[in-house]
């Protein structure tokens, strides 16, 4: 108690710094927490006024609430099954196993991150719906496939979110120290028992947590099973239409607060009890790595998964290109360039509108993301932790949540904000702070903390030792953190389309209507064209990495 | 003691840690000391003895628990770094990979507001002192560890702060290029006659380079003293330990008188020792003898202090050092110079000789 005073008594002495922290706290507050507090009151009104629990009796007793909230969670059990264990080959394969290609592998792989959210559902419908190249062409509709369901969510799911636990599981896969494995072998194990005896071990944490993450986003999915979902009800789609089609906005909240619940659970298990539980340590340098050269059998093995992997990857997004260049998908394939003209003419306004947005709330969210970042990995005050964990909520609540939080918080005087472009772009700003904030942490802490110290000794405030010498330093973090806030800005869909309004389209928003009224050629050109916006950001996010970056400058200083 | 007879004074600091488990940990505890203007004091101690901490409550980089710094007479107590006037030299240098030598050492001056030209003569000026003129456009990353180390204690040094505080700056660089730096390090501290605080584990760098030690155990202070007091009379076993080697044996103190007092060892002979406070020990006190190994020699006589038998001998050039079984203790004895032929072998009986000098005792803990 007499130290936080202590600590109040030392950023007190700090103006700049205090505001700050204030300010911080403030936005915080009013456009993470205020919204989400708001799902929750208004799903516990169940006549918009008095209070009751009416709504969570409905939703527990009626099969017609049931359904979503069971097929949800077993879609997400499945995606997250089947994604990690697909994952885990692709991961074992990449950083154990000597097999050439593998930059490539790896960058087709990790695509469908920054890919717009229902390109690959949409390669689903073009290749096995009612008119579907695989369907009714190769097979003549004697082939009984349901894409719409249950399946097919599974399948377009799973190539979407294995990358992410791809990734996760790479990154655990590299730190496990190779010398473990030799240790294991030169012991007389063989590879197969060294794989489940120590290999395997090591890399469970990694394997629980990659399950959560994929488990999380299938749960908070809502662009795939919006055009995929057929009959099979999820809790996303379930609660948008509560809201947008029946006006029952205390059901909507209430099954957005049943959405909310099992992927908080799910962030909360694994970054505050997972993260804690792992034998390895993250030294922020792979291991030298050291591959293995197997056995012929082994090796063709997960050659074939790879490029099984890769090849459904090219199926899909080469099948939306080749649709996007087509006159009515199944019925007339001559090629053309009519689409595009649709999406530059009529649908220009839409990728306008769309850029403008993101264009503003991408630097926004980067530099207040490494602020925040900058204070709790830098700065002791009272609430840090708790401030940490506010900024990164935003990764554990589903779009459909925060889109209905938006909704509800800002339609009411002296905050209306409804209908404006302000809303739209605060969305992305807080949607995506935990990039920002995740990016610069693991940054901050790559930063020996004395060279900010070095700076403070030498006479720097805080705010100028900030913008001096961790600014430059984090820089490269900085830059892969508005590259991201700007993709997924561009590509959103779950929350935004809550606070939509006429007056400010979106181009998700345009892909959508045209997936509605079956023009799915037009939805495959607009979705290249986010696609190319896409791979621009890339090179321009490489581009601009190069000209700011201090290791460039010593570089060159050095050559 | 007089009012203002230091320049940096701590008074009962106290700072605790919260481990991982939440409970709570005394990193420095009840630390207090002085250093007079132009002194070089050195934390010495084992890794964990809170020498670290210490200085970065000086410095301003922890907040303490309890207690206050004064520098120059002002209590220094609640400013943070940069309202310090205090320079570090961290131990891992903290140099600004962004920024070039020139603007690295530039870069507190800069903080002060000095016009371009001032801050250019300073830093050229330092460069000078340092010998470093001539990287200035250098980066960081393109500079030896030797260079490095440099840099970051010019960086400190323009300022011309009124206390230097060096976290083991020299524990980054290898052997050879330490032992130059040391010497180096002291002919700089001499030319410009700064005040500093020196944290350090290594108790060569601590006796070369300071004025006065502190050793310091558990958040504690052992002993305060200058180098040869510390080696000569160490408060207790390990102080005597920690600085330099040593041999125990027990002993019974026979007589007491003001500056010496004599001990009866086990084998029955006794010996004189001279004491600086020889009155803290009392007639037929316990207490353990301390032999330096180098105060020792092999004598032909059967006159020696002590006998023994030769258990190993390893020649590193230099010297012999020889163990030695001396009623039931290994003994090290560390011959300079030797002369192998006429050095005992293993397995031979021999009597030991030990220097006035090179003893002394402490009391049993």
Known sequence: MQYQLKQLKRIWNEPILFAMIVAVWLLLALFILYPIIMVGIKSLQPDGENFGLKVYKMLFTKKYFRAPLFNSLKLGASVASVGVLVAYIFAYAITRVNLPGKSFYRTIATFPIVSPPFVIALAAILLFGRNGVITHKLFHDRLNIEIYGFWGLLIVETLAYFPTAFLTLEGILQSIDPALEEASLSLGSSK?????????????????AAWLLVFSQSMADFGNPLILSGNFHVLSVAAYLEITGSYRIPYGAGLAIMLLVPTLAAFAVQRYWLSKRSYVTITGKPSAMRLLEPHIAVKAFFTIIVWLLIGAIFLFYGTVLYGSFTKLWGVNHTLTLDNYRYVFDIGFEYLKDTLILASIATPISGVLGILIAYLVSRKEFPSRRFMEATSLLTFAVPGTVVGIGYLLAFNQQPLMLTGTALIIILVFVFRYLPVGVQNGVAALYQIDKSIEEASIDLGASSNKTFWKITMPLVTPAFFSALFYTFVKSMTAISAVIFVVSGRWQLITIAILGSVENSDLAQAAAFSYVLIGIVILAMFGLRWITNLFSYQERVRRAMA | MEKNEYYVEVKDLVKEFRDPSGSAVLAVDGVSFGVRKGEMVTLLGPSGCGKTTTLRLIGGFEIPTAGRVYIDGVDVTDYPPNRRPTGMVFQSYALFPHMTVFDNIAYGLRNKRLSQSEVEKKVYEILEIVNLHGLEKRYPGQLSGGQQQRVALARSLVVEPKVLLLDE?????????????????????????????????????????????????????VQMDTPEALYRFPANKFVANFIGKANFIEGRISSVQDNSCEVVLPNGRKARIELRDARKFGVDELVLVVMRPEGIEFSDSKEGLLAGEVITRIYTGAMSSFEVKVEGEIFTVDVQNPNFDELPDVGDKVWLSVDRKAITIVRRE
Request: proline share 4%.
């Open chain 2, 169 to 221: 700056p020299l524990s980054n660089l290898d052997a050879k290029l330490r032992e130059q730096m040391r010497v180096e390090l002291k002919k700089i501290q001499k030319k410009i006659g700064i005040t500093g605080i020196y944290v350090t584990h290594d108790q060569l760098e601590a006796m070369t380079l300071s004025d006065r030690v502190i050793v310091m155990k558990d958040g504690k202070i």
């Open chain 1, 192 to 208: 197969w028992r060294t794989f489940w005896r120590v290999t395997f071990p090591l890399s469970m944490p990694g394997v629980l």
